[in-house]
């Protein structure tokens, strides 16, 4: 892994927000949204990040486009750190990374048709001089993604959901960025529609070197896509590593967990449940000392309440866990 090249990296990545009581007034306490992550993504790769509601994945996600600005740390691309950089720098950036929302039912504007929402990064950067030449592009673009050219002038409604998603792909394409936040992406769509949208945008990283960043829950569809895993527990990175070395030997409890709760198609196996978590669902709010799995882990043991584990390197792999080996 050290041989290929980083494309972005975060050190010590860290988002707290604020409470406050009903007069606006802030509190002591704070939220530890995500907490202290280190991790690299590399140059034509798909790296996703799971783990349950809540643990922090898509506020990490949209900390790496500066939608949500972080309370600490380091968000390095190409090697610049963006976190410095001012408005008018960003906007350079922006060419460079692009996202793709969850919902294709809010993410489009019912109020334009599709030749201005798949443009509008195309007038906003000032592309094309010419109205043809920006229409030619768009045209491409919604070729590349599977709509047809002559649907241009349709709005949003007048699409499936599978269709609308594919209009923000087109759009998030628009500029030629090098790196794509695709935010639980297929998520809010039909399972039939889910494995076409995922055969396209791995199409699309083939033909363009494109690296995402895959934002989900869903565990069937991160095995499908992925080339490295990033497990998320309370703010915090657990495990980190290759797709298969992950599905077929998790280090982490909690990576552990969480594989023995997606359902079967095996017939043989059947739906045999895995071991159900018991204990105290930790808070974000007042987060446990040590590891914070601790009080969900079966296998915990005093140390793990005392010190907090680190995320060590296994090979190609990183497990945040005491007592995680090979």
Same mark, same amino acid.
């Given at each position: ?40 993504? %590399? ?50 950036? %922006? ?9 294709? %039912? ?96 791995? /199409? ?19 095995? %499908?896509?992925? /080339? ?37 198609? /095996? ?60």
């Amino acid at each position: 892994m050290s041989e290929r090249e980083i494309l972005l990296e975060t050190r010590n990545l860290t988002k707290e927000y604020q409470l406050k009581n009903n007069f606006g007034v802030r509190k002591r306490q704070a939220v530890h949204a995500v907490s202290d992550v280190s991790l690299e993504i %590399y140059k034509g790769e798909t790296l996703s990040l799971v783990g349950e509601s809540g643990c922090g994945k898509s506020t990490l996600g949209r900390m790496m486009m500066r939608l949500i600005e972080p309370t600490g740390g380091e968000i390095l691309f190409e090697g610049q750190d963006i976190t410095a950089c001012s408005e008018r720098e960003m906007n350079q950036v %922006y060419q460079k990374i692009q996202m793709i929302f969850q919902d294709p %039912y809010a993410s489009l504007n019912p109020r334009m048709k599709v030749r201005q929402l798949i443009a509008e990064p195309l007038v906003t950067h000032k592309v094309y001089g010419t109205k043809e030449e920006t229409e030619k592009r768009v045209k491409e673009l919604m070729h590349m993604v599977g709509i047809r050219p002559e649907l241009i002038d349709r709005y949003p409604h007048q699409f499936s959901g599978g269709q609308r998603q594919r209009i923000g792909i087109a759009r998030a394409l628009a500029l030629n960025p090098k790196l794509m936040v695709c935010d639980e992406p297929v998520s809010a769509l039909d399972v039939s529609i889910q494995s076409q949208i995922l055969n396209l945008l791995k /199409d699309l990283q083939q033909e363009f070197n494109l690296t995402y960043l895959f934002i989900s829950h869903d565990l069937g569809v991160v095995h %499908y896509i992925s /080339d490295r895993i990033c497990v998320m527990f309370l703010g915090k990175v657990c495990e980190i590593g290759d797709t298969d070395e992950i599905y077929e030997n998790p280090l982490h409890p909690y990576t552990r967990f969480l594989l023995q709760a997606v359902p079967s198609m /095996d017939p043989e196996k059947g739906q045999k449940r895995g071991q159900i978590l018991t204990g105290e669902i930790p808070s974000a709010v007042n987060p446990p000392s040590g590891c914070r799995f601790r009080t969900r882990c079966p296998y915990a043991k005093p140390l793990c309440a005392e010190e907090e584990p680190k995320l060590r390197s296994f090979g190609n792999r990183k497990a945040a866990c005491h007592f995680a080996a090979l």
